[in-house]
């Protein structure tokens, strides 16, 4: 049974909002990430990271986009183990592994919705 017009309406520009928050996470994130690599990221960004990926888990699977919340999830760990492992080095590359799967999941879905 096809959807109320008015709700298929509206969950496209959920859809729509939320496609164009990735785009803002993808410069945030790969900024965060930049700062890893150099083991210069601060409190308020890791808090910021975990934000983001939180709110990326919370809406993923319900716009159709369940490999991104897959890829959201294993980062979240990675974001969870590195805060509590208080910056090892180990960790920290598995985060930063992790988080680069993310964003190629983040490029690609951008990539994909724009040739659409």
């Known amino acids: 049974m096809p959807l109320d017009p008015k709700l298929q309406e509206r969950i496209n520009e959920i859809r729509s909002?939320?496609?164009e928050v990735l785009n803002e996470r993808l410069l945030e994130f790969g900024e965060i990430?930049?700062?890893l690599d150099e083991n210069a990221c601060s409190e308020t960004e890791m808090?910021?990271?975990r934000f983001g990926v939180h709110k990326i888990i919370g809406v993923s699977s319900t716009l159709g986009f369940?490999?991104?919340g897959d890829f959201a999830t294993?980062?979240?760990?990675d974001i969870e183990a590195f805060v509590q492992s208080?910056?090892?080095v180990?960790?920290?590359?598995?985060?930063?592994?992790?988080l680069d799967a993310l964003l190629a999941e983040i490029r690609s879905i951008s990539?994909?919705?724009a040739t659409s």
């Open 33 to 35: 990430r930049t700062k």
């Open 74 to 77: 294993g980062t979240m760990q």
């Open 111 to 113: 990539l994909n919705e």
């Open 66 to 68: 369940d490999r991104l």
């Open 47 to 49: 808090v910021n990271l």
């Open 86 to 88: 208080e910056n090892d």
């Open 17 to 19: 909002r939320f496609l």
């Open 90 to 98: 180990s960790i920290r590359y598995s985060l930063m592994d992790s």
